[in-house]
Every structure is written in C-alpha cells, then in structure tokens.
C-alpha cells in the first residue's frame, strides 16, 4: 500500500522520494514476521533471520540488546541495509 511505503521511507529510510516510494511498492516483501521465543530465532518482513542475544555486553548506551544477524553469523548494527 502507498501508504505504508511512505511510512516505511519516512521512519526507516529517513528521506520520503518517489524512487523510494516506487521501490517500496515493488518489493516482494513476506508482509509477515515469524518468531520463535524459545530459540530468540525471527524474521523480519523480507525473510531475514536474526536471533535475539540477550542484553548486549557494551558500554555503549544506546546499545542495549545482541541481536545476531544469522547469515553472516555478526551482530545486526540496526541499520535496514541488506534487508
């Protein structure tokens, strides 16, 4: 829906244009996560699987969870790049 892409480029991608709009509408998308909360296993919207971690081990403030990027086997970094 439009309105869901715009929604998705403003939050998420920080800049609402037509490409991004347009890009959004054609994105195949699962339009459904999954979890498991005895594993922390889920996926977000394109299929992705991440694991949840626990609470990160950082001095860093404003990180405050581990969650594992499974493909790669790192640390997600937060950002919606590679979804």
Known sequence: MRKEAVAFCRDYVGKVTQACIRDQLNEPGHWRITANCHSGDFTNFHGHKFRFEGVAR???????????????????DGSSEGD
């Open 58 to 76: 950082t001095k860093d403030p404003m990180v405050k969870y581990r969650i594992l990027d499974i493909v790669p086997g790192d640390d997600a």
